[in-house]
C-alpha cells in the first residue's frame, strides 16, 4: 500500500537525519577533569590555557545554582556532551567546507550574506569553528577576525593579556563552565582609528542531542575605533536538552565604539544561559542590540505509560512517551502541566486518517528535504503546507505489565477466575465487546454456531472460567452472576452497543494481550469488503471505534478512517422512516516497525476556539498526543552589561524577547557607572502569549565619585493573552547623590479599539495584532541592518500566528 510504503521511510539510512560520519570527534557524555583535558589537547593548547580550565572547573563544581530566575532544576550536567568536532581543519573558502555542513549553513544564506553587506563572517557548528573569513582591506588594516582557538595560537601575548578579565571563572556557575569547556568563538581586535564600516557576523548552530554549545567572544576595540558585530544563533533541528551557555567580553578603549547585535532564534530544546559584558573606557561607546525569540486542545490524548488519558487530565509525575535525538520512543515524566486559555483551534489530518486539535503557533516535525539533503524540523502548524510529511508514532515501545485481578471469590463453587489478565481472556473480552453483552444473572455472545469464532469461544469459556453455557439459537448464554460481576465490576467490561468503552488497564498491559483483545473484536466485528484485502470493524458506536484506532495505534498497526454510513427504511404505508446508523474503521496493510514514522498531511481546518493545555516534560521537549509527535518549551537568562570605567563613556542596551507557548524568556541589562559624566539607557521589550512568561532583570549601579552620571530604564511589556506573564525585576544602587536616574515600566494589552480601528481598514484580525506587535518593537529593528529586521519581522510575524488579542 503506498501510504504504508511512505510512512516507513528508512530515515536514518537513507536520508541521514543522524549522521555520526560529519563528526571527526564525539566525547561521551559529562564533564570532568579528563574531559576538559582531551579538550585542550585535541586543540594542541598552551599549558597555562589547561590550567586556566582546570581551575575554572573546580570554580564550577564549588558554584552553586542560581537560586533566582528561572528555574534551571531540569539540566542534567553529566548528560551534555561538551565537545564535537565537526571537521578535520577550518575553512577559508567556502567551497571547502564539508558537504553537509555547508548545506546547512547556506540555507541560513551565510555566503549570500557575506558577499552582499559583511566585511567577514564565520560559521560555528557544534564546538569548533568551521569557516571564516575576512574581506582583504580590513586585514590590510590591521584587523583581526579570526576563530577565538586561532586567536589564541596567533595572537597569544593579546589574548593572555585580555582573556577572562572581563568574565572572570568565578563571577557565576556559568562561566566557570564556559570557561573550563569553551571551545570556537570569535577574537577580533580593531587597531587605533580603523573603522570597520560593515558588520562583521558569526553564525553559531546547535545540531545534535544533548549538546552544549561553549563559544567565548572577546572583541578588543582600540582607541578611535569602531567595529560592529552581529551574532546570529539557531538550532532548528531536533536537538533535545541543549545548552548553550557562552560568554562575550568586549573591550571598548578611550573614543572607541562596540555594537554587538544578536538575534537569536533557538529551538526551544535549548537552554540559553549566557553571561555578556563590556568595559567601556573614556569616551567609549557600547551599545548592546539583543533580540530573543522563543497547545494542544484539551481533548488531545497523551500517550502514557499507564493510560491514555486526555492532555487536561494529564498531571505531573505522569509517565508518558517521548522521542529522543535518535526518533526512538521512551518514557518519560511530566514536569508540569499548564492551562493555556481559550484559543483559536485547528485540526490537521494526515493521509492514514489521524487526527489532531492544535494552535497556529504548535510546532510539528516535520520532514524536509532540500536537494541531496535532508532534515526534520520543529514547524508551526500554520507553516505547514498539505503534503508535508509530519511525524507520527509507529511502533509504541512495549513496557505493560499483565493486571493482577483482585475478585471475591467467597461463596463461589463451579466459576474459575484467573489471577491476572492473558492473552485468552483478552481475545474473549474482545469478542465480547463487539458480540456480548449482560443482564442481571446472565452473559450472553451471539456467536452462531458456524461462525468460525465459535469454536475458540467455547474452548476458551471452558478452559478461563470452567463454564460450557446453553446456547439459543445464534446466542450462546451462560448463567452465571459472578461472571457478570466479574465481566462488568472487575474488568469494567459494561454499556450497551451504543455505550460500550474500552476500558484505561486495556492500555496499560502487554502488547500481546492488547493484540489479543483487538483480535477478538474483528473477530465479532469485523470483515474484509469484496475486492480488498484490508480489515474493517463495523459498529453503531463511533466514540468505542475512536478507542479502538487509538488502541490500535499503540500496537503499532496503522488504523485509518473511520466512515459513517445512514441506511433510511420506509415502513409500510409510508407512515415511518427509521434510520439506522453504522460506523467502519479501516485498516491499512501492515504495521509499522520504527518508533517514528512520516506520513503526508491530508487537510488542516479551523475548529473555533476551544480550552488548550501543555505540559512540559522531563529531559524532553515533546510528547505524543493522538499518535503525533509534538513539542512544548525552555529557557533564556541573558542580562548584557556594560561597566563605564572611564568619563563620558556611554552605554545603550536594547533588548526585545518574545516568550511563546511554554518559554520563559529571563532577559534584561546591567549599567555600572563607576567614572564620572558617564550615561547609560537601557531599554527592554517583551511580548508574551500562548502561556508564555517573560522577566526583566536590570541592575543600575552608581559608584560613590561617578557624579553627573545620567541614566534612564524603561521596560514595556506586551502581554497578548490572559494565560500569559510579564514581571519586572529592576534593582538599583545608587551611591552618589550628583546623579540623574529615571525609570518607567509599563505593562499592557493590545486594545480592542486598535484592533478594530486596523480591521476597520481592512486587516484581518492576525494581521492587525501582528502590525501592533511589530510597532511595539520598532525602536529595535530600526536599530538593525536592514536584511536582519526584514527577517526579525518575518520571525515576529511567524511567532504571532493563533494569537488573539
Known amino acids: 500500500m503506498a501510504e504504508l510504503d511512505l510512512l516507513n521511510l528508512d530515515y536514518e539510512d537513507k536520508y541521514g537525519f543522524r549522521d555520526p560520519e560529519v563528526y571527526v570527534k564525539k566525547l561521551q557524555k559529562g564533564l570532568s577533569a579528563e574531559v576538559v583535558r582531551e579538550i585542550s589537547e585535541t586543540k594542541g593548547e598552551p599549558e597555562w590555557m589547561l590550567k586556566f580550565r582546570l581551575k575554572a572547573l573546580d570554580i564550577f563544581y564549588r558554584k552553586k545554582m542560581p537560586q533566582w530566575g528561572a528555574d534551571l532544576s531540569a539540566i542534567n550536567f553529566d548528560d551534555i556532551i561538551y565537545y564535537i568536532k565537526p571537521s578535520e581543519r577550518k575553512a577559508t573558502n567556502w567551497e571547502d567546507v564539508p558537504e553537509k555542513i555547508k548545506q546547512t549553513f547556506e540555507k541560513l544564506g551565510i555566503p549570500e550574506a557575506e558577499r552582499k553587506f559583511l566585511g567577514g563572517s564565520g560559521a560555528q557548528y557544534e564546538s569548533e569553528v568551521v569557516y571564516h573569513k575576512l574581506r582583504e582591506d580590513l586585514e590590510k588594516k590591521g584587523v583581526v577576525f579570526l576563530d577565538t582557538d586561532t586567536g589564541l595560537k596567533e595572537y597569544e601575548s593579546l589574548f593572555k593579556q585580555h582573556f577572562g578579565t572581563v568574565v572572570p571563572p568565578h563571577d557565576n556557575k556559568f562561566a566557570a563552565l564556559n570557561s573550563a569547556a569553551w571551545s570556537g568563538g570569535s577574537f577580533i581586535y580593531v587597531p587605533k582609528n580603523v573603522k570597520v564600516d560593515m558588520p562583521l557576523q558569526a553564525y553559531f548552530r546547535i545540531n545534535a542531542q544533548s549538546m552544549g554549545q561553549f563559544e567565548r567572544t572577546l572583541i578588543m576595540a582600540d582607541e578611535g575605533a569602531s567595529v560592529t558585530y552581529v551574532e546570529a544563533c539557531t538550532a532548528p533541528m531536533y536537538s533535545t536538552n541543549s545548552l548553550h551557555a557562552a560568554v562575550v567580553e568586549l573591550i571598548a578603549m578611550k573614543n572607541s565604539k562596540i555594537r554587538y547585535t544578536t538575534i537569536q532564534n533557538w529551538s526551544s530544546n535549548v537552554y540559553n544561559l549566557v553571561t555578556k559584558r563590556a568595559f567601556a573606557y573614556e569616551h567609549a561607546f557600547v551599545e548592546w542590540i539583543d533580540g530573543n525569540l522563543g497547545c494542544l ?95 507520527i508514532s509507529g511502533h509504541i515501545p512495549d513496557s505493560g505489565e499483565p493486571l493482577k485481578i483482585t475478585f471475591s471469590k467467597k461463596g463461589i463453587k463451579e466459576l474459575k477466575i484467573p489471577d491476572e489478565t492473558n492473552d485468552d481472556l483478552l481475545w474473549l473480552m474482545g469478542v465480547y465487546i463487539g458480540d456480548g453483552y449482560c443482564d442481571k444473572n446472565r452473559v450472553y455472545f451471539a456467536v452462531p454456531e458456524t461462525d468460525k469464532a465459535c469454536p475458540k469461544l467455547v474452548r476458551l469459556l471452558k478452559e478461563i472460567f470452567g463454564v460450557a453455557g ?90 485509518m478512517k473511520i466512515s459513517t454510513w445512514t441506511r433510511r427504511e420506509l415502513k409500510p404505508l409510508g407512515k415511518e422512516i427509521k434510520e439506522y446508523t453504522h460506523h467502519f474503521l479501516y485498516f491499512g496493510e501492515g504495521k509499522f516497525e520504527k518508533d517514528v514514522v512520516f506520513c503526508p498531511v491530508s487537510d488542516i481546518t479551523f475548529c473555533g476556539e476551544e480550552d488548550t493545555w501543555d505540559i512540559e516534560v522531563e529531559d524532553s521537549h515533546n510528547f505524543v498526543a493522538n499518535g503525533f509527535i509534538v513539542h512544548n518549551s525552555n529557557i533564556t537568562m541573558k542580562y548584557p552589561s556594560v561597566y563605564l570605567l572611564g568619563r563620558n563613556a556611554k552605554a545603550d542596551i536594547l ?24 550615561t547609560s539607557t537601557i531599554i527592554s521589550k517583551s511580548i508574551s502569549k500562548g502561556g508564555g512568561r517573560t522577566s526583566y532583570r536590570g541592575l543600575l549601579h552608581v559608584e560613590k565619585g561617578a557624579t553627573g552620571v545620567k541614566s534612564n530604564v524603561r521596560c514595556d511589556a506586551l502581554i497578548l493573552d490572559e494565560a ?26 493590545i486594545g480592542e479599539d ?52
Open 655 to 678: 533588548s526585545v524577547a518574545f516568550a511563546g507557548k511554554g518559554q520563559h524568556q529571563d532577559a534584561g541589562g546591567k549599567a555600572l557607572h563607576f567614572a564620572p559624566d558617564t
Open 297 to 391: 486542545s484539551g481533548d488531545a490524548q497523551v500517550f502514557l505509560n499507564s493510560n491514555l488519558k486526555p492532555i487536561s487530565e494529564v498531571q505531573a509525575g505522569d509517565s508518558i512517551f517521548a522521542m529522543d535525538g535518535y526518533f526512538n520512543l521512551e518514557k518519560r515524566k511530566v514536569a508540569s502541566k499548564k492551562f493555556s486559555g481559550k484559543q483559536k483551534i485547528f485540526k490537521l489530518k494526515t493521509l492514514n486518517h489521524r487526527e489532531i486539535k492544535a494552535t497556529a503557533s504548535h510546532p510539528f516535525l516535520i520532514f524536509r528535504k532540500l536537494g541531496k539533503f535532508s532534515f526534520a524540523e520543529w514547524t508551526p502548524l500554520d507553516k505547514i503546507k498539505i503534503g508535508d510529511l509530519i511525524a
Open 724 to 749: 500569559s506573564r510579564s514581571d519586572t525585576y529592576p534593582y538599583m544602587k545608587i551611591e552618589e547623590q550628583d546623579t540623574t536616574i529615571t525609570h518607567e515600566a509599563t505593562v499592557g494589552k
Open 470 to 559: 446453553e446456547r439459543k439459537g445464534v446466542v450462546l448464554r451462560i448463567a452465571s452472576v459472578d461472571l457478570v460481576r466479574f465481566i462488568k465490576q472487575t474488568l469494567g467490561f459494561y454499556g450497551t452497543a451504543q455505550t460500550k468503552r474500552i476500558p484505561g488497564w486495556i492500555f496499560t498491559i502487554p502488547k500481546s494481550q492488547r493484540l489479543a483483545l483487538l483480535d477478538g473484536y474483528i473477530a465479532a466485528d469485523g470483515y474484509i469488503r469484496e475486492n480488498h484485502t484490508n480489515i474493517s470493524i463495523t459498529s453503531s458506536n463511533r466514540q468505542l471505534l475512536s478507542e479502538v484506532k487509538m488502541l490500535a495505534i499503540t500496537c503499532g498497526l496503522n488504523p
Open 754 to 805: 486598535k484592533i478594530f480601528y486596523l480591521m476597520s481598514r481592512g486587516l484581518t484580525e492576525q494581521q492587525a495584532i501582528a502590525m501592533i506587535v511589530l510597532g511595539f518593537v520598532e525602536q529595535f529593528t530600526k536599530e538593525l541592518p536592514m536584511e536582519y529586521a526584514v527577517e526579525l519581522n518575518r520571525l515576529i510575524r511567524l511567532e504571532m500566528a493563533g494569537s488573539v488579542g
